[in-house]
């Protein structure tokens, strides 16, 4: 099973909301990202998550702030977000390096779209 | 600049024909590289992927091969069927020296299937 879920589907919010997005996975790994990916354009990184600890930040600003409570679930709270924020978020998870092979398995993502 | 780019934004080939997908990269440090599939709408599928120790890996239907001389990486694609036309990634690690990589993308190729 190389499955990654993400909730929700869809988002809607506007600019002075909280809200939160969730990804979470079951196979074991250790090592979970978040990337963002506006249309017609690659992913990018946001943040990289080895063992529940934040290893890697992209320079993301602070309005959005990520959380690993345990080693299936990660998830990206979002406050006072701008209109050009609007992407599709995509979760991704796994094994880390040097354990084994460390391809990355995305979820399907929440499309976010700020007013 | 993107350290992985690739040639050619779209590519229209005859159902049935064979696919060649192109990409560059810079950094001659990445050890691994991996293809996604990314079909509207859903999150990017992993296809293949080669460590840079290998110049050729061979898949289900799918062929990916490594030139470190030019710093060039291609994913082949046999007798296309409809359900592979999607957007195609090349990705390498970003080799933080953590635990966990984060990916760099390139810039993504449209493969679109004639009937």
């Known amino acids: 099973d190389t499955e990654v879920t993400q909730t929700p589907k869809h988002l809607v919010m506007g600019m002075t909301n909280k809200k939160s997005l969730k990804c979470e996975q079951h196979?074991?790994?250790?090592?979970m990202y978040w990337y963002k990916q506006k249309a017609k354009k690659p992913p990018e990184l946001m943040f990289v998550?080895?063992?529940?600890?934040?290893?890697i930040n992209e320079s993301v600003p602070s309005r959005f702030s990520p959380e690993c409570p345990n080693s299936s679930l990660l998830n990206l709270h979002l406050h006072a977000l701008q209109p050009e924020d609007s992407a599709l978020y995509l979760c991704?998870?796994?094994?880390?390096?040097?354990?084994?092979?460390?391809?990355?398995?995305f979820g399907p993502g929440t499309r976010l779209t700020v007013l | 600049g993107e350290s992985v780019g690739l040639h050619l934004p779209t590519l229209s080939v005859q159902e049935g024909d064979n696919s060649i997908i192109n990409c560059a990269y810079s950094?001659?440090?990445?050890?691994?590289f991996i293809w996604y599939k990314q079909e509207s709408g859903k999150g990017p599928q992993f296809i293949i992927d080669?460590?840079?120790?290998?110049d050729k890996r061979q898949g289900q239907r799918v062929t990916v091969l490594l030139n470190k001389t030019v710093k060039h990486l291609s994913l082949q694609i046999a007798a296309t069927q409809p359900g592979d036309s999607a957007v195609y990634f090349c990705?390498?690690?970003?080799?933080?020296?953590?635990?966990?990589?984060?990916?760099?993308f390139g810039k993504g190729t449209h493969l679109i299937i004639q009937p």
């Open positions: 990705a390498e690690n970003r080799d933080s020296g953590g635990g966990a990589d984060g990916l760099t």
């Open positions: 950094n001659s440090a990445s050890d691994y």
């Open positions: 998550y080895s063992y529940e600890k934040l290893s």
């Open positions: 080669i460590r840079s120790n290998m």
């Open positions: 196979m074991g790994h250790r090592a």
């Open positions: 991704a998870s796994s094994l880390p390096k040097g354990v084994s092979t460390d391809t990355q398995y």
